[in-house]
T-cell receptor, first 114, second 112 residues
Framework: DSGVTQTPKHLITATGQRVTLRCSPR?????VYWYQQSLDQGLQFLIQ???????AKGNILERFSAQQFPDLHSELNLSSLELGDSALYFC?????????????FGPGTRLTVL | GENVEQHPSTLSVQEGDSAVIKCTYS??????FPWYKQELGKRPQLIID?????GEKKDQRIAVTLNKTAKHFSLHITETQPEDSAVYFC???????????FGTGTKLQVIP
């Protein structure tokens, strides 16, 4: 157990819908990262937050957005869902924002878009 | 942006043999290179990492080498065991804010 929690574990929804994935980082970690893992695209970095502020952006679609709240939990919002958004979404956390801090991954949320 | 290529995509070795996975990166600004192991249905876990000011790092049966000039780095697993079977991802991290680019993964199968 990494100490990072993600809810829900599974999510099944329809195309065009909107969902929110939630992540609670390890106690004391200020940085949160979101990743998408699909079969054909591998592991893709989406976005990073540090202490409530966006720090780095990866291959995140405009239909997706995220935020980190004052209590440091983070939410990833996915809207106008398409079949191709079906994937495993991981959240990870680390103590600091700087280079080389180990990221601890949560168990993931499996999103299925029908 | 950064592009990381990882080879091979699948690798089968006999128990006790060595396994080598290679990655190349494109952005010379990348300066931190972690390796993750992901078992089926589980989360990725960091197994070893290397910074750009170091050429080699070892941790028991696992070692990583980095050639900055050629922009490639490799994972070496010696005396492989069945529990080493998993998907391994390399990654390149650039910038102070840890923008991470992953390789496409290598599925390692250790045959008992």
């Amino acid at each position: 157990d990494s100490g990072v929690t993600q809810t829900p574990k599974h999510l099944i929804t329809a195309t065009g819908q909107r969902v929110t994935l939630r992540c609670s980082p390890r106690s004391g970690d200020l940085s949160v990262y979101w990743y998408q893992q699909s079969l054909d695209q591998g592991l893709q970095f989406l976005i990073q937050y540090y202490n409530g502020e966006e720090r780095a952006k990866g291959n995140i679609l405009e239909r997706f957005s995220a935020q980190q709240f004052p209590d440091l939990h983070s939410e990833l919002n996915l809207s106008s869902l398409e079949l191709g958004d079906s994937a495993l979404y991981f959240c990870a956390s680390s103590v600091e924002q700087s280079l080389g801090n180990e990221q601890f991954f949560g168990p993931g949320t499996r999103l299925t878009v029908l | 942006g950064e592009n990381v290529e990882q080879h091979p995509s699948t690798l089968s070795v006999q128990e006790g043999d060595s396994a080598v996975i290679k990655c190349t990166y494109s952005d010379s600004a990348s300066n931190y290179f972690p390796w993750y192991k992901q078992e089926l249905g589980k989360r990725p876990q960091l197994i070893i990492d290397i910074r750009s000011n170091v050429g080699e790092k070892k941790d028991q049966r696992i070692a990583v080498t980095l050639n900055k000039t050629a922009k490639h780095f490799s994972l070496h697993i010696t005396e492989t065991q069945p529990e080493d079977s998993a998907v391994y991802f390399c990654a390149a991290v650039s910038g102070g804010y840890q923008k991470v680019t992953f390789g496409t993964g290598t599925k390692l199968q250790v045959i008992p």
